[in-house]
């Protein structure tokens, strides 16, 4: 029987977590893209101004609707909540990643920044849009979010999952 190897096993966790994240991720963005079909196609709309963005349909009812600003700031950090603990979660993993795959990419920095800054921008333009009632900038800053969740998730199942085949067990 081989020794017990605490790295190797460590990085074995890192992937199994990361193809989680990802699963999760790529979850929620086929969820979004049925109901985001489903809406517009049967032309029922949860916000004030997609109706009269997207034309004739109706505003879907809900028990509270406080369109209000104080409304929709309250909904901007509830969907922020759904979003960013994912994101987080995947920039503190490609942390701890770097000292298993660095040897396989030289550019964790480039990469951390780039997904950082993209998704950091995506959330600002959702919530510009969301606050002044701009319909496309809403759903930009949110395909901004979502691309960018996907891209990193993507990432850093590959650069785990490489490290993790790639991995030389101690004798």
Same mark, same amino acid.
């Given at each position: 029987?081989?020794?017990?190897?605490?790295?190797?096993?460590?990085?074995?966790?890192?992937?199994?977590?990361?193809?989680?994240?990802?699963?999760?991720?790529?979850?929620?963005?086929?969820?979004?893209?049925?109901?985001?079909?489903?809406?517009?196609?049967?032309?029922?709309?949860?916000?004030?101004?997609?109706?009269?963005?997207?034309?004739?349909?109706?505003?879907?009812?809900?028990?509270?609707?406080?369109?209000?600003?104080?409304?929709?700031?309250?909904?901007?950090?509830?969907?922020?909540?759904?979003?960013?603990?994912?994101?987080?979660?995947?920039?503190?993993?490609?942390?701890?990643?770097?000292?298993?795959?660095?040897?396989?990419?030289?550019? /964790? =920095?480039?990469? !951390?920044? @780039?997904?950082?800054?993209?998704?950091?921008?995506?959330? $600002?333009?959702? %919530?510009? *849009?969301?606050?002044?009632?701009?319909?496309?900038?809403?759903?930009?800053? /949110? =395909?901004?979010? !979502?691309? @960018?969740?996907?891209?990193?998730?993507?990432?850093?199942? $590959?650069?785990? %999952?490489? *490290?993790?085949?790639?991995?030389?067990?101690?004798?």
């Amino acid at each position: 029987m081989a020794p017990y190897d605490a790295g190797t096993d460590m990085v074995r966790a890192m992937c199994a977590a990361a193809w989680i994240m990802f699963f999760l991720i790529f979850k929620n963005i086929v969820l979004l893209s049925i109901l985001a079909f489903q809406r517009r196609k049967n032309a029922i709309y949860k916000i004030p101004e997609d109706v009269n963005t997207f034309g004739a349909g109706q505003q879907q009812q809900q028990v509270v609707d406080d369109w209000s600003l104080a409304g929709r700031i309250q909904r901007v950090l509830a969907n922020d909540a759904e979003y960013m603990p994912y994101f987080l979660a995947l920039l503190v993993f490609t942390f701890c990643a770097m000292e298993f795959t660095s040897q396989y990419s030289q550019h /964790f =920095l480039a990469r !951390v920044l @780039v997904y950082g800054i993209s998704f950091t921008v995506g959330r $600002y333009i959702h %919530t510009i *849009g969301y606050l002044i009632g701009n319909t496309y900038g809403r759903i930009l800053g /949110f =395909l901004i979010t !979502v691309i @960018v969740l996907f891209v990193t998730s993507l990432d850093h199942v $590959y650069y785990i %999952t490489k *490290g993790l085949h790639n991995l030389k067990p101690n004798p």
